[in-house]
Structure formats: C-alpha cells, structure tokens
C-alpha cells in the first residue's frame, strides 16, 4: 500500500458523517467538530427537514449520529428517527430534552445524551442575579438613572430584603440544589417540590406545588418541562403564592402559564417576576414592557464563555464515546 | 400639685429637644421620634444653617442631640459644632460618617453613633446582584428584551462564569466580610485589602491595592471614605486590573477616581463596572449611559423597607441611650 508520502499527498481520512442541527457554533466549536465529523449542517443546507434528512439516509455513509439544539428549533420525533433508520445517537447541547420523544429513542435504540451539568452553575447564579434584581429592583434603578431621573425626581420604592425569604424551589435537581445552596448564603429558607423527597437535603419538602407556593414568598422554577410540569404554575398556584410573592423562571416557558402570569401581575396579586424563558420565545407579552417589577433576559442563563467551551468539550466527549463504543459521558438514555 | 385629672387637660410633656436633618423620613419614623422629641427639623425650617442653628442655640431648651442623614448634604464640622455648643450627641443614619468631623467632635466631647450594621447585609446582597448583573449582562440584556430586539436580532454576547473569579475586597468590614461570604457560595476566590490583616479568615491579604487589583478578576469597594481612602482605586489601579476586570463599588463615589473610571471603560481599559454610588451625586457622567457593561443605580443598596424599620429601631435606641446615660448601641465616638 502506498504511503501519503509516497504518493506525495495527504490521505485524506475517512470521517463518521455527523447530522447537525445548530445554527450559531462559534468557529473553535465548529472547527473541532470539523476536524472528527463529515458535517452535515441542516441549517446551511437551506434544504426542508425531510429532504435533508432523505438526502442524509441515502449518502454511502448514512449518518449515525446527531448533534441538536437544545430546547430547540428542531424535534426528534418518531417522523425525525423514522427518516433516518441509521441513527444511533442524539446528542442535546442543552440539559432539557423535551424536544425529544425518548420514548421513540428507548424503543428505537437510540442512545441519548445532553449537556449533562456544564451549565448547571451558570443558570444558578443567572437565577440568584435575577432574584435580587427583582427584589432590590436594579434593572429598575438603572433605567431610572438612564433616563436621567435622579437628579429629578427624589422618591423612589424601597426594595426588599432578600434574607429570611422563604423560597420556594421547584424541581430540585443540579440546578435547583445550586439555587438553594447560594441563596443558604444569603440567610434565605429553602423549601422544594419535587417528584420525590431527597434524603440528603435539610430543607422542607412540600408534596405539591400549591402548598410550596402557599408557604413561600419566593417560587423559583427549576424543573425539566414534561407533560407533568408543563404549566406547572398555573392560576391556582399564583395566587397561592400570594400578592408579595416572586416568580424566578429559569426553567422552560412552559412550566408557567404565561397568560395567568400576565394578569396576576397587571393586577398586583403578586409582586413581581424574574423570567429568562417564555411560552413562545423570542415572543415576549408586550404587557411586561410597562412593568418595573418584572425583570427580562432572553434566555442566556445558559451563556458564557466559560459554559461556551465546556460545552464543547461534552459534545466532543459524548461523541467520540459513541463512535468508541464507550459509555456516554453525560446520557439520558444509555443504550 | 394638681393632677392632669383635676386640671382637666393633658399634662404635655416636656420633651427633650432634637435636631433633626433628614428630608425625607418615613411616616412612621417621623410619628416615633414626634412622640420622644420636641424636633427642629433643618429642612422643614427652610432657614439657611447658620440661622437655623443659631436660634435652636438660643431657645430655652437648647438641644443635646441630632439626627443628621447619612452620606450627606449637611456637614458636622467644625462650625457646626461652634454653632451649637450644648450639642452632645451626633447620630448618623448612614454607616458612613465621612460628613461628620470625628477630629472635631473627639475634641469637645460629642459623641457620635452611626446605622451600624442594619444595611450591611442588603449593601452585600446588592453588591453580589451587580456584580452577576455585570458579569451575565442582565440590566443590558433587559434593555434588548424591553427594546423588542429578541426576535429581530439573533446574535447576543456571551456574559461571563461568576465561578472561579477571583475578588479582591478593598475593605474586609461588616459589609466586605458579608460579600465573601456570600461570594464564596458562587465559588467565588476571595482577596482582600484593608488596613491591617485578619486573624479570622481564610482569605488571602495584600498590602496594598494595586496588587490586590494586579491579582483580581474584580474589585469591589467596600471601605469607609477618608483621606486614606479618597481615590483608593485610581489610574494606577484600574491599569492593575486590566481588560477583563469589574469593578464594584458600593463604598462611596470618591473612593473611585471617577474621570480616570470613565476613561478606562471609553477605551476598553477594564471590562465593565457595577456602581451605587458616585462622585457627585445625584449627578452620574453621561458617558455612562450609553455603556452596557456599566450597571448603575442611585445609591440604593440600603434601601428596603426591612433596613428602614431597622434603622429606626437603632436610631431611637441610640437617642434613648444617650438621652438616659447609658452606653450607645452603635458607637463610633463613645464618650
């Protein structure tokens, strides 16, 4: 067999072809998976999911893995894994999977995995911010330092103290116990719900939502989105949490009814709202606009540079498990 | 003697004199120092000081005590002091006693008590919010949601992990000590500077500011204001800092040089800074305000309504201490 040297170019290696579902990689990502995958990138292909997918099932080397958005544009359903029978492996750049039909990956044999906890830490304390910023109303000050209103205009509403508040966490996973143990540091009471009381925790367990909501001035939604949790603060929840109490989502849009929200907010029957996520992003009710007691980020709880490159380092590792026939670093469904 | 009873009208009781120099106090504070005191409130009286001392000297009941604000418009100097020689006592509802002339006061025997600590742990909780607030841009990703950019405009900076960071503390006191503690729940690495190292904790000291800074990720302002203070974080050492650094202030406005602050931040000299206080308040640099890596609000970090009651709880224990002879609650100058 000739040698690359003898034949006086470089072999060109054979890469496992990669099914990609992610619009913005910066270039140190991309090029990493560049220089171990044959990239097929749907969103530059400008192709419609199915013939992309058909175009993919019918290449000499079908794909066998895919890398998806997590929380995301794109979902693997039965019609998604039905278009591409090679498939062996999803892997979710985000920690939720519901854009995901497991149930169709487990029956399939289609392993899956996700960003396991490299953004764990980041949500966490995006919650936290978001929670003093709510209580002590910074974004509010510094709109009304923007605009010049200091030297103007004397009064202002005094903000809350964020110690001794009892808060409420929904969903006490990663996330959740990162939450409670920053806002421990702060002198808050930490009472959670969750599927199933955790043994290692001391803070108080409540069986269900309505009754968390009922003995906390704080609610903080830190759960997975599922069939169970999808509205999970609803009305009823709402106005148990009562009109001094604090909504933090950084969960999914969906664990709140987001319409309910609005209006007990526009009718002060709670106090105020931290949201990274809504019901139908980038749409944001226009209602919040007008509300100084509501804070808004556009869901970048997830986004530094710091998760950026840990990220990258999962994907890579879940990967290169896959294609080695080693267990996932971070799975969902391990097969 | 004939008994209020017999004489058929309340006996009015003679209520000792207090200066009072504070705009704006609550109802409810007002109605508690109304029933102890005979008040003679400087701003109510619209008189120039001067005037205003030299009759509250002159009335029968010449006053021992006042109230003054804290951080604030009316200086306890010297003149002051002369202008009203039966004064023996200075409250301050501020931490910072940087307008009371302590020299002056030690000289004649006033005493002088201060807020002591009822703020500190909302002036931490405040801090700790700007500074994930800087870091994760949430008052900038606010401006974006509220502006209606989310769904025209894809591409967003990525903030930074507040994990692993190392803060440096200028001023390791009652406030300082409570950012650690609180930073340390992020994974936060604590530095400090302050006039003498402390037995107590486990973090690392530096002897002088500028190599607190040439080893900080960030700076927060933490100490007292005076002459040893004044532009603690100047030219010198906003260049020790360097590119990626934050700086926080929640000390006071002069403890930054705050031309050479704008400067660094114009030319992209440090990263972003978080500020409660400034200079010249209430007027703020307009360079400011077209920085989104600059989180400002309005000296506020003391105002919730749980600090509020507590100052006046403090305030009325220190009067009724010094007014009985006993030792005051939060003596600065105990005499």
Not at 98 to 121: F, K, P, Q
């Given at each position: 067999m000739a040698s690359p040297a003898a034949s006086g170019e470089?072999?060109?290696?054979?890469?496992?072809?990669?099914?990609?579902?992610?619009?913005?990689?910066?270039?140190?990502?991309?090029?990493?998976?560049?220089?171990?995958?044959?990239?097929?990138?749907?969103?530059?292909?400008?192709e419609p999911l199915p013939a992309f997918l058909a175009g993919a099932a019918a290449s000499p080397d079908p794909p066998r893995a895919a890398v998806?958005?997590?929380?995301?544009?794109?979902?693997?359903?039965?019609?998604?894994?039905?278009?591409?029978?090679?498939l062996g492996f999803v892997f979710s750049t985000g920690?939720?999977?519901?854009?995901?039909?497991?149930?169709?990956?487990?029956?399939?044999?289609?392993?899956?995995?996700?960003?396991?906890?490299?953004?764990?830490?980041?949500?966490?304390d995006h919650a936290v911010g978001m929670l003093i910023d709510v209580l002590r109303r910074v974004s509010a000050a510094e709109r009304f330092v923007r605009s010049?209103?200091?030297?103007?205009?004397?009064?202002?509403?005094?903000?809350?103290?964020?110690?001794?508040?009892?808060?409420?966490?929904?969903g006490l996973g990663n996330i959740g116990s990162l939450i409670a143990k920053r806002l421990q540091a702060f002198g808050c009471v930490i009472y959670y719900n969750s599927r199933r009381p955790r043994d290692s925790v001391p803070y108080k367990y409540f069986l269900n939502v309505h009754d968390l909501a009922s003995e906390s001035d704080v609610l903080v939604v830190a759960c997975a989105l599922n069939k169970d949790t999808r509205h999970i603060v609803n009305k009823d929840v709402l106005e148990a949490l009562g009109k001094d109490g604090i909504i933090i989502n950084i969960g999914r849009g969906a664990n709140v009814d987001e319409m309910e929200l609005v209006r007990a907010l526009k009718e002060g029957r709670i106090a105020g709202a931290g949201l990274d996520v809504f019901e139908n992003e980038p749409k944001v009710p226009a209602e919040f606009f007008s509300m100084d007691n509501v804070v808004m980020t556009h869901h970048v709880a997830v986004f530094t540079s710091e998760s950026r490159s840990d990220l990258r380092d999962?994907?890579?590792?879940?990967?290169?498990?896959?294609?080695s026939g080693k267990p996932l670093l971070t799975p969902v469904l391990p097969w």
């Open positions: 470089a072999e060109a290696p054979v890469l496992p072809a990669l099914l990609l579902f992610r619009r913005r990689l910066d270039a140190a990502f991309h090029a990493a998976l560049r220089r171990r995958y044959h990239l097929l990138d749907f969103f530059a292909s400008g998806v958005v997590g929380g995301g544009a794109v979902r693997v359903d039965a019609a998604f894994l039905d278009a591409i029978p090679s920690a939720g999977v519901d854009h995901i039909d497991l149930h169709e990956c487990a029956r399939r044999g289609v392993a899956v995995a996700n960003s396991g906890t490299v953004y764990s830490t980041d949500v966490a010049g209103l200091w030297p103007v205009q004397g009064d202002y509403p005094l903000g809350n103290k964020l110690g001794g508040k009892r808060v409420g966490i929904i999962t994907t890579i590792g879940n990967l290169e498990a896959f294609f």
